[in-house]
């Protein structure tokens, strides 16, 4: 089996190098917008005239016509594979929007898309002894803008297919994607102690059913006193001016920071628990509806909108999305699996009765069933409760001892308990008189 990985090191260009980088981000990125809307306003135009579609083949073979023109020929500056790269990741997200896997393209902005991609391994050299990357226009040929002194903070295996470079704040980065081969392992059919359950919170980010919590908020009050101080000082200067470009890259470096050390995090807990658990079970949650504003409009203007987002600010700093995107291809990397289970009520039922009460949370950390008196941790019991709907999707079944509601696949109450305590369990007390 093969798969991709992808190493991302640290790229420590000189000025001029930085110019050139910025030259050629530009470039793709006017290419893709240049692509965009012609794919999204003239579809239908070009249609009626060739009686075919706008597709990425076509749009590259215009790219030679488009540096003809005299005003633009600053496109000569940059490679002609990462013009084409730019056409190629446009075509990626139009099949993705039609494939429902995201929204409509949306035009690349200047501070916020900044990257271009070599797609040839044929002009990629990795010198990991020397630290140094070469690549065209950078290192290739005598003359030119020389080869890019990186940060090897780990060697590279594998088939190299491509570098994608890009800056995120005032760093640049190299993702250098290799193609490995890797053997699938061949594991016997998942038993019940191989599932775990976790609950995702914003007090307690991630939550097993075994107990264990990972996680803790990346941005403190002492970081978003920072990002308010730095946006108000974007706010306050001209558009087009020096002073803004400082402050507009000041705030984009602070965000950046973050996340980063978010994405850090996430890493660290999804490799240690892909490396101990063979199923992970997590609730199947829209984490974009959920963050979405709560202001409304002017006619119908929403209620409580600073507290939600505020909400929204800590779910998204806890990075739920994220959390799982890694998990699905570090399980599967290991013969592993991610199941998504229905999140209605888990935080209200009871784990060990099933028992469905609003009022059994009794506060955010305490859990205490009002049918069976049960009392645990709020989020561990509904971590529990999560593991238990992965065991059912399954087709697993774990009966804890001395429960009632999951062994009969029913609610129990206060006088079905009583029962079970006073006959030592129905279902023994069934299969006797049976």
Known sequence: ??????????????????????????????????????????????????????????????????KALP????????????LQMALQDLDTAYARFFGGL??????????????????????????????????????RRRGDGGALRVRMHRRPFGELRRVTVSREGKHWYASILMRTRARQ??????????????DRGV???????????????????????????????LSRTQRGSRRREKARLRLLTHKSKMARRRRDRIHKITTELAKNHRIVAIEKLRVQAMTASARGTVEAPGRNVAQKGGLNREILDRGWGEFRRQLVYKLAWRGGQLLEVPAVNTSRTCAACGHVAAESRTSRDLFRCVACAHEDDADRNAAIEIRRRG??????????????????????????????KKNDGINAKTSVDA
């Open 102 to 139: 995201a929204g409509y393209p949306r035009p690349r902005r200047k501070g916020e898309n900044d990257a271009f991609t070599f797609p040839d391994p044929a002009q990629i050299r990795v010198d990991v002894r020397d630290g140094r990357l070469v690549l065209p226009k950078f290192g």
């Open 71 to 82: 005003e633009a020929d600053f496109l000569r500056e940059a490679p002609s594979h990462c």
């Open 1 to 66: 089996m093969k798969r991709l990985k992808a190493i991302r090191v640290r790229v420590y260009p000189t000025p001029e190098q930085e110019r050139s980088f910025l030259r050629i981000a530009g470039c793709c990125r006017l290419v893709y917008n240049l692509g965009l809307i012609q794919r999204r306003d003239f579809w239908r135009q070009y249609r009626n005239v060739t009686g075919r579609g706008i597709g990425w083949h076509g749009q590259k073979r215009e790219l030679t016509d488009l």
């Open 203 to 233: 007090a307690a980010p991630f939550v097993t059913s075994g107990g264990a919590s990972f996680g803790a908020a990346t941005e403190g009050e002492h970081e978003r006193k920072k990002q308010r101080r730095l946006s108000k000082a």
């Open 391 to 420: 065991l059912m999707a399954l087709g697993l079944h774990e009966n804890p001892a001395g429960t009632v509601g999951t062994a009969r696949g029913a609610l129990c109450d206060g006088m079905a308990m009583n029962r079970e």
């Open 185 to 198: 392992p061949q594991l016997p059919a998942p038993t019940a102690p191989d599932v775990v359950g976790i």
